[in-house]
């Protein structure tokens, strides 16, 4: 994907079957659905692809063991299946994780073992393994850290773990491989109507340039997740606010503070919600929270309180209780909860993280918010429907349950980054192979070379340095002061591949050493 090449296409081709606002999770999803029944697509996004809320989750595909404690049945079943569905067809990116229960009184084994092996029975054919109860030296075995005293044994239990933005990437991928154009950097600046209110389509302001222009589309789809309402009110200004962000903080803390190679799930921290310790990328991820927010960002920063607040959970369980100077890396991301901001009374962690879809009074707009990243292929087949019914639109049944996503490769070797690429890697290795220079390393304690970011800004439309360090290579969320060490040499090489001068370098190290404050303490 060539960013250039597609602002060329667009000021050629103004009209399109399908508008997609937002390159996130369902945004991209929307566009590979809607690309692969042979439709016309253009997605635009704002930022970058996930720069948002889709970078920034648990790293988990997943049912929602705490959806099933909240009798959200359905939500469970159809998560389960879409997780299976996320495994056959991103083989590369999403794996079977063991989770592991611990259990410190007596009631606790055969409880969790019970609703697990439901979670299971839900799941039916799409399911990555049985839940089984495990014994004290087993349950140690599997987590070497995990706090012995009183502990009796527990439960081990399987849902998916994955790379959140580099499959969003995938996605993008996919979707340009079936035609459609996706574009980073792209905002819309205000929807285009006709007299009678009906939306034609919308005009957008390249950032990178400022050049504007008009596009023209049948239908237009709203998958900004916490930003949907800003687009609802273009269309609408009377609209009432749908979203009520939720703010989760993660905390990336280094591996030996599980041991091992499965996850921690703790069912039941002091505020009601669960907590997780994931393996990810050779760190352990901690999370989550969930804070009410008014207002919405593109990068939300984690309170003190959160942070106290996983750092204490995480130690009643852990043997190494880890501290403020153990942190890699935090990040903050805003879920876009589907409920109306007048329903305050009821707490975020209550609200159903069902998706819900708006259709404005026209119909040419439609939007959608709320649901999961485990979701994202189930909600974008269920809005396109929508869409193709309401313009009229001529095109081949959705096909996404069973596609095979870009870069596909099953059993791919998960000892080295390298395995985000999927079949890709060639590629880079061929790269590495032409000019010797490609394979050197970036920093002397991870395996990412000049190389990714060649490849990065060559075929992944990687514009700045955070693209490429946040959401390409995610070292600033694996270890951000690592990230700061190497903002200029990475500069440097992007600046090779895009023709900018040392003022260029100077300013984007300066913008990405500013920004990783705040994933730091």
């Known amino acids: 994907m060539k960013r250039e090449k597609l602002i060329k296409e667009i000021k050629k081709k103004t009209r399109y079957d399908i508008l997609v606002i ?26 970058d692809f996930a720069k948002s809320t889709s970078s920034r989750s648990t790293k988990l595909v997943h049912g929602g063991v705490r959806y099933l404690a909240q009798g959200d049945i359905q939500l469970v079943i159809h998560a389960l299946h879409e997780r299976g569905r996320m495994k056959r067809n991103v083989p590369h990116l999403v794996k079977d994780m063991r989770f592991i229960i611990g259990g410190y009184r007596w009631w606790e084994k055969p409880f969790y073992s019970i609703g697990l092996t439901l979670y299971d029975i839900l799941a039916g054919r799409l399911g990555l393994g049985r839940s089984l109860p495990l014994n004290r030296n087993r349950v140690i075995k599997e987590i070497p850290a995990l706090k012995q005293k009183r502990l009796r044994g527990g439960v081990v239990y399987h849902d998916g773990q994955f790379d959140d933005a580099r499959m969003a990437v995938t996605l993008a991928q996919t979707a340009s491989d079936y035609g459609a154009v996706c574009i980073n950097y792209m905002k819309v600046e205000n929807l285009l109507k006709e007299d009678d209110g009906k939306i034609t389509g919308a005009i957008l302001r390249d950032s990178l340039t400022g050049v504007t222009c008009s596009i023209e589309a049948q239908a237009v789809i709203n998958a900004t997740g916490v930003f949907v309402d800003e687009i609802m009110k273009m269309a609408a200004p009377e609209t009432d606010r749908k979203v ?9 803390v280094d591996s030996r503070f599980l041991g091992g190679s499965s996850a921690l799930m703790i069912p039941k921290t002091k505020d009601g919600r669960v907590l997780f310790g994931v393996p990810w990328h050779g760190k352990v991820v901690l999370g989550t929270t969930d804070t009410p927010l008014n207002e919405a960002s593109p990068e939300p920063k984690a309170l003190d309180q959160e942070i106290d607040f996983i750092l204490e959970q995480a130690g009643e369980y852990l043997e190494t209780k880890p501290t403020r100077k153990d942190v890699l890396s935090l990040f903050a991301g805003l879920r876009p909860l589907a409920a109306s901001v007048k329903s305050e009374a009821k707490k975020t962690k209550e609200i159903s993280r069902s998706h819900k879809i708006y259709k404005s009074p026209c119909g040419k707009l439609i939007t959608i918010t709320g649901g999961k990243w485990t979701t994202y292929r189930e909600m974008a087949e269920e809005v396109v429907n929508l869409a193709v019914k309401n313009a009229k639109l001529t095109c081949s049944p959705c096909i996404t349950k069973r596609l095979k996503q870009h870069g596909y490769m099953e059993n791919a070797d998960r000892s080295s980054w390298d395995y985000v690429y999927g079949s890709d890697i060639r590629y880079i290795r061929e790269l590495n192979g032409n000019d010797p220079s490609n394979a050197e390393l970036l920093h002397k304690d991870y395996t990412f070379t000049k190389g990714h970011v060649v490849w990065a800004v060559r075929e992944e439309m990687a514009i700045t340095v955070e693209d490429v360090l946040a959401r390409r290579v995610r070292l600033l969320f694996l270890d951000a002061r690592a990230a700061c060490d190497i903002a200029s040499k990475v500069a440097s090489i992007m600046a090779v591949e895009m023709g900018k001068d040392q003022a260029w370098i100077d300013e984007q190290t300066a913008c990405f050493t500013t920004l990783a404050e705040n994933y730091m303490l």
């Open 244 to 252: 009520r962000p939720s703010q989760g903080v993660h905390l990336v």
């Open 22 to 47: 937002g390159g996130g999770a369902t945004g991209l999803g929307v566009a590979v659905d809607a690309a692969t029944r042979g439709l016309s697509v253009l997605l635009v996004e704002q930022y």
